[in-house]
Every structure is written in C-alpha cells, then in structure tokens.
C-alpha cells in the first residue's frame, strides 16, 4: 500500500492502494485504488477505482470506476462508470455510465447512459440514453432515447424516442416518437408519431383522440361534445 490516510477491513481491502483518504470495508474493497476520497463499503466493491470523491456500497458497486464525484449503492451500481456526479441506486443502476451528471433509481435505471443531464427513476428507466436533459420515470421510460430536453412519465413512455422536446404521460405514451415538440397524454398516444408539433390527450387508445391538435398549425380538435354551464 502506497497510500495515506486508509482504513481497510477485509481480506485484501485496500491493498495495492495508491491514493489518500480511502475507508474500504470487504473482500477486495478498494483494492487497487487510484483515486482520492473514496469510501466503499462490500465484496469487491470500489476496486480499480480511478475517479475521486467515491461512495459506493454493494456488491462490486463503483467497480473500476474513472469518473469524479460519484454515489452508488445496490449490487453492481455505477459499476465501470466514465462519467463524472453520478448518483445511481439499484441493481446496475448507472454502471457502464459515460454521461454526466445523472440521476438513477431502480434496477438498471440509467445503464449504459451516454448523455448529459439525465434523471431516470424506474426498472430500465433512461436506459441507453443519448438524449440531452431527460426526465424519465416508469418502467423502461426513456428507454433508447436519443431526443434532447424530454419529460416522460408512465411503463415505456418516451421508449426509443428521437424527437426534442416531448412530453409524454401515459402508458406507452409517445412511444418511438420522431417529431420535435409534441404533447403526448394518455394510453399509447403518440405511438409512432412522426409529426412535429402534435398534441394527443386521451384516456383510451382510439383512433381518434379525444383532443388533438398541431401547435405549429396554431389548431386543436376536439372530438367529442363539448359543454359550458353556468
């Protein structure tokens, strides 16, 4: 150990470390360690870390880690991670991260994440994402997406989309969207769209959605009656 400053236990904890400042409690924990401030805590855990300022907790958690600043805790959470202020809790939640400054919460939330700026909470939530400013939360939302500033809320909301600036709330909603600045709410509205400027708002999956309308067009369509009382 050519380090300052370390607290290890556990067989092999902390040996080989390089760097000042590291509590590391496990079987090979903090092993090998290059990087300053870090703590670490589980079997493996922290070990090859190379970025600073490191918390990680579980099971191989924040394993040859090179990005700055970041907090993981869950089996394999921020495991290989590149990218710098990660916060990533869950079962692989932010490993194989190369994006900066994400937010993950749940299984594999955030996993494989390439973009900056990306809050993911659900199981697959923000998953290969390469989009810009995303807001993902549901199961698998924002799952493949590659469109910059989205908002998606609901199970595969926003999933594999390619369109800036969606909002979509629902279900499937705004699924494999491709058009810019559209409004999805309700059971699979937007499932395929690919026109910039819609808006669908409907509960059901009908063809024909309950409002609708295209902000670039200045127009909205409701379908249906529409009352006014006094």
Known sequence: NLGTNQVALGEFAGNGNK???QNAIGFNA???NEGDYQNVIGFVAGYGNK??????TGWLAGNGNT???QNVQGYQAGLNNNGANQNAFGVSAGANNTGNHQNALGDSAG???EAFYQNAFGYWAGVINKGLYQNAIGTRAGFNNSGNYQVTIGDSAGYSNSGKHEVALGYWAGF?????STVFIGYRRGLSNS???KIEIDPTSTTKPLIEGYAIEDSLVINGKLQATN
């Open 67 to 69: 990005g700055a600043n």
């Open 195 to 197: 026109t910039s400027g």
């Open 19 to 21: 760097k000042t400042h």
């Open 111 to 113: 996993f494989a994440n």
């Open 51 to 56: 970025g600073s300022c490191q918390n990680a």
């Open 30 to 32: 903090g092993m090998n």
């Open 176 to 180: 494999a969207n491709s058009g810019d």
